[in-house]
């Protein structure tokens, strides 16, 4: 099994919700990821998760708040977006986080702030 | 800083035809990765080459790295509809951990 999967596949909410994104994989993966995909952009990493702990914040703003409870889990909690936070939001797995292995991707949430 | 840079940001090319996608980066890099997208999806990764002169192939594609260049390409042969897609290259320096993506390709192929 080589699927990543992550729910909910579409939402929207307004800047003073808070929500949450979900990613699972089974696949044994000890790294985790998440991205950010503006409309016609490449993707842009966020967070990297190794063995369960942050090992990378790429300055995201503190209004996403990344969390791993378990080897298989990944959450992305949003509180007080902006409307340009508005994107696509991808999580990946791979073996570890030293760069060897293939990243295995879901099929994304996208997110629209009103 | 790393930078990633793609060539050309469009292609339209011709079913059978052969062409080329070009990816530099500005610094040294440990890996470089090969991703295609296909319009409102997410991304599937295609290869990941990790040392100088690596060369790998699947199907109608493939993929070298020259890391004295700072150039990784990506050969499309005889091309096919199905090909059509965004094509991005990523670079990796395993020693600050950046993980960047090029502008992407987007490919159209013409029955």
């Given amino acids: 099994d080589t699927e990543v999967t992550q729910t909910p596949k579409h939402l929207v909410m307004g800047m003073t919700n808070k929500k949450s994104l979900k990613c699972e994989q089974h696949m044994g993966h000890r790294a985790m990821y998440w991205y950010k995909q503006k409309a016609k952009k490449p993707p842009e990493l966020m967070f990297v998760y190794s063995y369960e702990k942050l090992s990378i914040n790429e300055s995201v703003p503190s209004r996403f708040s990344p969390e791993c409870p378990n080897s298989s889990l990944l959450n992305l909690h949003l509180h007080a977006l902006q409307p340009e936070d508005s994107a696509l939001y991808l999580c990946a797995s791979s073996q570890d986080s030293s760069g060897i292995g293939t990243q295995y991707f879901g099929p994304g949430t996208r997110l629209l702030v009103l | ?111």
């Fill in chain 2, 1 to 111: 800083e790393l930078k990633v840079e793609q060539n050309p940001l469009f292609l339209s090319m011709q079913e059978g035809k052969n062409y080329t996608i070009y990816c530099n980066y500005s610094t040294t890099s440990d890996r470089l990765y090969w991703y295609r997208q296909d319009p409102g999806k997410s991304l599937e990764s295609l290869f990941v080459l990790l040392s100088n002169g690596a060369v790998k192939q699947e199907g109608r594609l493939m993929a070298s790295l020259d890391t004295k260049a700072r150039l990784s390409t990506l050969h499309i042969t005889a091309a096919v509809h199905d090909l059509s897609a965004t094509y991005f290259c990523a670079a990796l320096t395993s020693g600050t951990y950046k993980y960047i993506f090029g502008t992407g390709t987007r490919l159209k192929v013409l029955a």
